[in-house]
Structure formats: C-alpha cells, structure tokens
C-alpha cells in the first residue's frame, strides 16, 4: 500500500518501482539444537575385476592374431577415498657422479666420536694388559706398545731418579748445615762421606737407590699405559706367599754360602785380615736399622729396575715385522728372554766397582735372577735372594765398624764359593715352582691366578708359540 504524500503532493515510490532494492530483514543467527543424523552412505562395491578370456589351443598350422587388448594391464583396484596429507618421504639421496661422500651426522668437523646431544660415551680404561699366554719378559707388549714407550720410559727413570737423588742430597747437607753448623768439606780430605756420619752416609747411598722403584712404577703406567703391578709377575702384582717360599730358600742360600766362603777363605793368602773387632752394640744397633729398613727397598729397586722395566723393556723389541733370512733370525732371537737377560745384566754390572773376578760373579748373579724371573714368571725369587745377599754383605761388615763395602778385585775362589749356592739356590727355586704348579704366563681376567692356579709350562718355546 503506497503511503500517504507529503504537503507538496510528492508521494515516495512503491518498492517495485525503484531501481533500488529494499534493505534484506536482517537475519537472525539459528538457533542451537542437536546436530542432524548423519546421512548413510552406501557402501562403496568392488568392480570386479575384467577377466581375460582363456585361450584355447589353436589347430595345427594356424596363429593367434595380435590382440591388442590382452597387451593392457588390468585396471587398478579402487582404493578407498583417503582424506588427509600425504606424509613426505623425502628426496632420495643423488646417485650422480659427483654425489657428496659420506659425511659424520654433524659434518665433517665434528669431533671424533661424537654421535649427538646426550651423555658422552664412556671412557676405555687407562691401562691395558697383555694378551692371555704372555710370558713375563714380554709384559711389555701390550695392544698399546709402540717402539718409543720402552725406551722414552728407560730415559724418564734415569733422569727423574738422578734429580730426586740431587735434591735428597742438598736435603740432607741443609740438614748437616742446620743440625750442626758445619758444611761438608767436598774439596779436602773428607770427600768420602758428605754428612760426617757414616750410617749417615750408608742411609743415603740406599735411599738414592731406592728412589729408582717408584720411578719404574711410574714409568709403566704413565708412559706405557700398563698396570704397575706388571713388573713384578704375570699376576700383576708380588705374590706374597710365593714371596715368603722363595725367603726361606734364600735363607738356606745365605747358610750355604757363608760355609763356601769359610772354606774358600783356606785357599786364598788374604792379609788384609785380621784386625777386625766387635765394635759394640750402640755403633751396630743404629747400622742394623737402616740396613734392615732400607736393603729390602734397595734391592727390590734393582730388581725392578733391571729384571722387571729393562728385561721387558727388550722383551717388547720382538721384529716381528723384519723379513729376510736376517729379519726372521733376529726376530726367533728377540722373542726369547736371553737378549733382556744379557743386556739387563751387562748393565747391572756397570753400575757396580768390582773388577777382575768380581765382574764374572755380579754378572752371574744378575743373569740367575732374570733368568729365575722368566721360569716363575715374577721377581719374587730375585727379590728374596738379593734382599738376603745384601742383608749378609751388609750386616756382617757393619758388626766391625765397615758400613762402605769395598767393591774391588775378588779372587776366583770367593767367586766359586758364590756362584755355586746361587746355582743350588735357582735349581731349587725351579724345582719346588713347578711343584707347585707357579702361574708362569698371564691369564685371562676370569681364570683363577696365583700360587694354586693350574701350572703353565714356561719353557722358551711355548711362550714363542704363545705370541
């Protein structure tokens, strides 16, 4: 119904007759309500799958034609719809000619070993042993060994062993300076002592020697990355109780040995004899306590030094990878212990003042205890016969007042009278090891070692055969 026109007579036009359309009612939002069923959808069927007609065998003499439609692949089954993304696989790597190598997973910089974020991988141990079936004199010869280690090791003794000897000794002259106020006289006549006292003196002298055994420990494990305790036996470590058997043995050698020397004394003119005198209790007391104390680790030092470090340190020289008729024969030679034996004698006896027949017997004794240290597998019987040498060569000369023993020609007889109960006393050491059955060569971790481990023969050839 059109509305009623102003005052001028001018009426607004119907809805229909404008070129505008009318404003849309405004649309109200739907009300909530439960959403509507879900329509059913059929069920999606397979096309079955076109079948092939099956050829019948032609007659004789007569071809199938081409047919081009047998030639097609069957169509593909319908899949049902699958709604979603695809998850990417992935470029494939480039196969091309100049395809970049293979590289770390975090590139060629990164350090070795590194495998990612996370904890580190844990830390191989810092020593390594020796195979199983290694004889003592190749301790050395561990899957760290390289040629430099025995003979950089051989050096670090010498020189740290000489420089704690040097500092010991301006120790005790500052003792000397400040106990008594007088400084040693090293230009005059009193050269032969440097603190004025001869136990004084014979407490130095052993002490500088004994400082070489925890040099050696040192050696082996910072330098050659092995167990200290491989120089003392195939257990790693000193084996007490065979320690205390080989003791009792040195005892009987000691006896032995006193009675040769009695008797060889009735075959040799010696006149420098004669005037010696107890020279009491307060003089010997004090003597015997250093020398009780410090002999052990004065010997067990040599030992260690030149039958545990040098007679393994030769032992690890084996050229193994030397070819030729020279190579090979040199190489058989250096796997047996005679090379380390003589060497480690040879210098035993340099460092030592005897002359004449003096040089034969400390050369016997060095060579009876390497040799020993190969048969039982360990320094044990070494240390027990020149702990108890040296307690006799010490303690006899102190009881009259001789604590520096005078290493000067010895005549052939006293060198008889020595050498023979050292042979007695190694033919004994290795007769009761193999009675009781002494581990020779180094075991596996699990197997049983010590005094009552199975025997393992420790002759030259099966430890060849051991390599």
Not at 54 to 66: D, E, F, L, R, Y
Not at 320 to 334: I, K, M, Y
Not at 424 to 441: E, F, N, P
Request: hydrophobic share 45%; charged share 10%.
């Amino acid at each position: 119904m059109p509305e009623p026109a102003d005052e001028k007579g001018w009426a607004p036009l119907d809805p229909g007759m404008s070129g505008e359309s009318p404003d849309p009612p405004a649309q109200r939002p739907p009300m909530p309500g439960p959403p509507p069923p879900p329509v059913p959808q059929p069920p999606v069927q397979q096309q079955p799958l076109p079948q092939a007609p099956v050829p019948q065998a032609p007659a004789a003499g007569w071809t199938w034609p081409a047919d081009q439609h047998a030639q097609q692949a069957p169509p593909a089954p319908m899949q049902p719809p699958y709604y979603g993304a695809q998850p990417y696989q992935g470029a494939p790597p480039y196969q091309g000619q100049y395809a970049a190598p293979d590289q770390p997973p975090y590139g060629p910089y990164a350090p070795q070993g590194f495998a990612g974020y996370g904890p580190p991988p844990p830390k191989g141990p810092w020593t390594v042993g020796p195979p199983p079936g290694t004889p003592f004199h190749r301790m050395a010869r561990t899957p760290l060994h390289r040629w430099w280690r025995p003979l950089a090791g051989s050096v670090a003794i010498v020189l740290a062993g000489m420089a704690l000897a040097v500092g010991m000794m301006i120790a005790g002259m500052v003792v000397r300076v400040v106990a008594t106020g007088d400084a040693p006289d090293i230009s005059g006549s009193d050269t032969d002592t440097l603190f004025g006292n001869s136990t004084a003196d014979l407490a130095f002298n052993l002490a500088t020697i004994a400082i070489f055994l925890p040099m050696a420990l040192l050696a082996a494990w910072l330098l050659q990355r092995r167990r200290p305790g491989t120089l003392a036996s195939v257990a790693g470590r000193l084996r007490g109780r065979w320690l205390l058997t080989c003791c009792g043995l040195a005892l009987a050698f000691c006896a032995v040995s006193y009675a040769s020397s009695i008797i060889a004394s009735a075959f040799v003119d010696d006149s420098s004899s004669g005037g010696e005198h107890w020279v009491g209790w307060g003089r010997f007391v004090p003597a015997a306590i250093v020398i009780v104390l410090l002999v052990p680790l004065q010997s067990s030092a040599e030992e260690v030094v030149f039958r545990g470090w040098l007679l393994q340190a030769v032992g690890a020289c084996a050229l193994e990878n030397r070819t030729g008729r020279v190579g090979r024969a040199l190489s058989a030679v250096f796997r047996t212990p005679w090379p380390g034996i003589v060497i480690g004698s040879a210098a035993f006896t340099s460092l030592h003042g005897y002359t004449g027949w003096g040089i034969l017997d400390i050369f016997v004794f060095g060579a009876i205890a390497a040799w020993l240290a190969t048969r039982t597998g360990g320094l044990e019987s070494g240390i027990a016969l020149h702990v108890f040498n040296n307690l006799l060569a010490f303690l006899g000369p102190a009881a009259v007042g001789q604590l520096d023993i005078d290493q000067g020609d010895v005549p052939w007889q006293y060198v008889v009278a020595d050498i023979v109960p050292m042979v007695l006393y190694a033919a004994a050491v290795v007769w009761l090891a193999r009675r009781k059955r002494i581990q020779t060569v180094t075991q596996a971790p699990g197997d049983a070692a010590g005094v009552d481990a199975p025997a393992l023969d420790a002759e030259p050839e099966l430890a060849s055969r051991a390599e």
